[in-house]
Nanobody, 124 residues
């Protein structure tokens, strides 16, 4: 079992920045690929960013590419999502997830553990 707890969400103006953190406990964190997903009101949950177990490879959705950056610190059992140039359409609940797949999955079904989510609201 892996327990995931997100933090760092909040209210920010358009153009601003936030850094989300996801702290993991339980099984060996470094053995998992990690992903960030988001779900806006009335919409399906969607993939935003992912990182492999060592932090050497990352994947981003086109909607966040160039603005968001995912990283991880395996010594601290934590994955981060740095979000810059935020837009109102980035408003969503953000979830981190852990996957046992070697490659970075972009679909929800390939993630084994999920956090409870943290709310990000971007005002215009």
């Amino acid at each position: 079992q892996v327990q995931l707890v997100e933090s760092g969400g909040g209210l920010v103006q358009a153009g601003g920045s936030l850094r989300l953190s996801c702290a993991a406990s339980g099984r060996t964190f470094s053995g998992y690929a990690m992903g960030w997903f988001r779900q806006a009101p009335g919409k399906e949950r969607e993939f935003a960013a992912g990182i492999n177990w060592s932090g050497t490879n990352t994947v981003y959705a086109d909607s966040v590419k160039g603005r968001f950056s995912i990283s991880r610190d395996n010594a601290k059992n934590t994955v981060y999502l740095q979000m810059n140039s935020l837009k109102p359409e980035d408003t969503a609940v953000y979830y981190c997830a852990a996957s046992r797949f070697t490659l970075i999955p972009t679909t929800q079904s390939r993630y084994d553990y999920w956090g409870q989510g943290t709310q990000v609201t971007v005002s215009s």
